[in-house]
């Protein structure tokens, strides 16, 4: 009941913004009447002056004196209102608190010169215009609250009223105001009345209707601008701003610096996505508050961006870092950096970024390297990496890609058991790359099946030629990347090419690298499953080089073990070497599977794998990847001896 008497009086709480809302309102109402009571006070003046100059009219000093003080006055308060409501417009610090007493005292001088001139004009037995243009510019352009409103027209008509009711009207011979007078006021009174609350109400309304789009605007633009997990700012918003900042700051006190959690994927495996997710907003924050007077926003996944023209990244990085290698886990957590400086040609940040991300891809993996600046020696590769990327469509096409086969050998007979197909890019220009820099390159950018389709392709023609002309033709393996299974159906490609060239599934062998397997689960488990179900052979690629070897071995089913070379790297130096390698091999009998050692260099190792029974070698002992008639020429020379039976 209270509240709602409150309302109705307009006294109920109301926002600052509101508030302001009603003021700025005020403001600017009143420009309109004060530009409009200047220009009428600077007439009337200059209409008396001309009158009183040219004798027209002439009336006494007295006379002259009140009406120009008069006009005077109301000129002065107008030009003041004038003066403030135009500096608030335009942003000057004017105090609210003066706003508020300038338009108490403009509306009371505007209504009581209305009072007073129509007072006089009605005992001369004219209009009363004045008072009631006073009344509608003060009650009505002014938002009043309601009771201040009903205060000041209620006490304004009311003085008027007693005012006209106490004036002798002695031409007309009526003494005070007349009937048809006091109802015509009474009619105005309550018309003023009504258009006071109805513009109180109606810029209420607008008020409240703008506070609230306002306040979605501001959760629009949260939204916009930070990064919904980690609740700092999101690269839409970073990259306006380095934008900003490339254009006013000075580019060379700049650095783009690009974060990157090392073995964050091993974490989230271990402990789940939920402490997966704990953690990056953890490191998220670490990140905001280190670089606290720089720029800086999640980039994606475990990636962070910060541009900043502090000096000092690198200890500040390894600061971050050390707290973060003090997390509570099993998994070793580090942070690695690239840093960046723009030239004076760099306005896109987002290019700044890549290549900070360049720089700190190049130390992924790097032991105890945790920054790394950007310098021409990776300006080199990373013009090679975007320009694999923009020519994958035309390397296919033109055919730069070749395949390069190297050979698996059975460790029983020193025969040659097998090929794997291994892609090379032989550019025109840039002659040949190494998967190392085009593999990843085209997995990042997702265009990798480009490249494995057409491998598949080649491999089959290729060992449709080694078919038809009766060339010795083992089985030969293809490396799947985990993408392929994402960007196209890949096994019906693997089967529609062979099908194409008529060859046994059987000839073909699939690769796939441990890490492709993590984190995968149901639809690469089927899409394995289709693979044997075809008759092709899995190979598990680069086994001990991940985190999660053992429960792949746990989850899928392979036929061949590839160990990784990794494992050789040690020997014979590192006693535990022989040992892990021992019972790798001990674990691939049990399940069933074909072991397969990679990277064998030397007669040494050689000797060893095959003493504890590794089935297969492959390295550069045998043979490095070359083209196929290489190959044939060393299978021709007797340097490489086929297996008796082809499988
Ligand atoms: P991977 O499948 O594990 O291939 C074995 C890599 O080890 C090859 O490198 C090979 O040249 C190298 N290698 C073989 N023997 C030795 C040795 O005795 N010592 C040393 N140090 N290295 C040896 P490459 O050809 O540079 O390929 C690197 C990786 O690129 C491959 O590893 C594979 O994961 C990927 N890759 C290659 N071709 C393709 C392809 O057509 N498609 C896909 N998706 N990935 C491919
Ligand atoms: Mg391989
Ligand atoms: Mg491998």
């Excluded at 926002?15 to 006070?41: G, Q, W």
């Excluded at 271990?270 to 997966?276: R, V």
Aim: charged share 25%; with cysteine; proline share 2%.
């Amino acid at each position: 009941m209270k509240e709602k008497l409150l309302k109705i009086l307009g006294l109920e709480h109301k926002s600052e913004y509101v508030r302001n809302f009603l003021y700025a309102s005020n403001i600017k109402s009143s420009i309109y009447m004060s530009v409009y009571i200047t220009c009428m006070e600077i007439w009337m003046i200059i209409r008396l002056l001309s009158r009183q100059l040219q004798g027209i009219d002439l009336r006494s000093t007295d006379y002259y004196i009140s009406h120009y003080c008069n006009y005077a006055m109301l000129l002065a308060a107008a030009a003041v209102m004038l003066i403030f409501a135009v500096m608030y417009i335009r942003g000057k610090k004017v105090p609210q608190a003066l706003g508020y007493v300038l338009k108490w005292a403009f509306m009371l001088i505007c209504v009581s010169f209305g009072i007073e001139i129509s007072a006089a004009d009605y005992g001369k037995g004219e209009q009363v215009f004045t008072f009631l243009t006073m009344e509608l510019f003060a009650a009505c352009l002014l938002t009043w609250y309601p009771i201040f409103g009903f205060m000041i027209i209620s006490v304004s008509y009311g003085i008027f009223y007693l005012t006209l009711d106490a004036t002798l009207v002695t031409a007309t011979g009526f003494i005070g105001a007349t009937d048809a007078t006091k109802i015509n006021l009474f009619i105005m009174y309550v018309a003023t009345l009504f258009c006071s609350f109805g513009n109180y109400a109606r810029t209420a309304s607008q008020a409240r209707k703008a506070e609230e789009l306002s306040r979605m605007n501001g959760r629009l633009e949260d939204i916009a601008k930070h990064d919904e997990l980690t609740g700092i700012h999101n690269m839409l918003y970073f990259r306006a701003e380095a934008e900003k900042l490339l254009k006013t700051k000075k580019k060379s006190e700049l650095t783009f610096l690009f974060l990157d959690i090392e073995n964050f994927k091993s974490y989230n495996e271990t402990y789940g996505f939920s402490k997966g997710n704990e953690l990056l907003k953890r490191v998220a924050q670490m990140i905001d508050s280190a670089f606290s007077y720089s720029l800086s926003a999640r980039f994606s996944d475990d990636h962070f961006v910060v541009l900043t023209a502090s000096p000092g990244s690198e200890g500040t990085v390894s600061l971050i870092s050390e707290k973060l290698e003090s997390e509570d886990s099993d998994v070793q957590l580090h942070l690695k950096c690239g840093a960046y400086s723009p030239t004076e040609s760099d306005d896109d940040p987002i290019l700044a970024c890549d290549r900070a991300r360049f720089a700190c891809n190049s130390i992924k993996k790097h032991f105890g390297k945790k920054y790394r600046v950007y310098d021409s020696g990776l300006e080199e590769t990373y013009h090679l990496k975007r320009y694999v990327v923009n020519s994958i469509d035309t390397a296919v096409r033109e055919e730069f890609l070749r395949v390069y086969y190297q050979p698996i050998m059975s460790a029983a007979d020193d025969t040659v058991a097998g090929f794997e197909a291994l892609a090379r890019w032989d550019d025109p220009a840039h002659g040949v790359l190494i998967p190392a820099l085009f593999i990843t390159t085209l997995e990042e950018h997702r265009q990798i099946h480009k490249l494995d389709m057409f491998i598949i392709d080649r491999v089959c023609r290729d060992i449709r030629h080694r078919l038809d002309t009766g060339s010795f033709c083992p089985p030969v393996s293809v490396n799947l990347s985990r993408l392929d299974f994402e960007l196209v159906d890949i096994v019906g490609c693997l089967c529609g090419t062979a099908d194409r060239y008529h060859i046994p599934h059987s000839l073909i062998d699939v690769e796939i690298t441990e890490s492709a397997l993590v984190g995968q689960k149901e639809k690469l488990k089927a899409e394995l499953d289709r693979i044997r179900a075809e008759g092709f052979s899995i190979l598990l690629d680069d086994f001990g080089s991940g985190y999660s070897t053992l429960n792949v071995l746990k989850e899928y089913r392979f036929d061949v073990l590839k160990i990784d070379m990794q494992f050789l790297e040690g020997f014979p130096d590192n006693p535990n070497t022989g040992v892990i390698l021992e019972n790798v091999l001990a674990l691939a009998k049990s399940l069933g599977m074909t072991s397969l050692a990679e990277g064998v260099e030397t007669e040494e190792q050689y000797a060893f794998l095959r003493r504890i029974g590794c089935e297969k070698v492959q390295g550069y002992m045998f043979s490095r990847p070359v083209p196929i008639n290489q190959l044939d020429e060393k299978l021709l020379t007797g340097s490489l001896k086929p297996a008796k039976k082809e499988i």
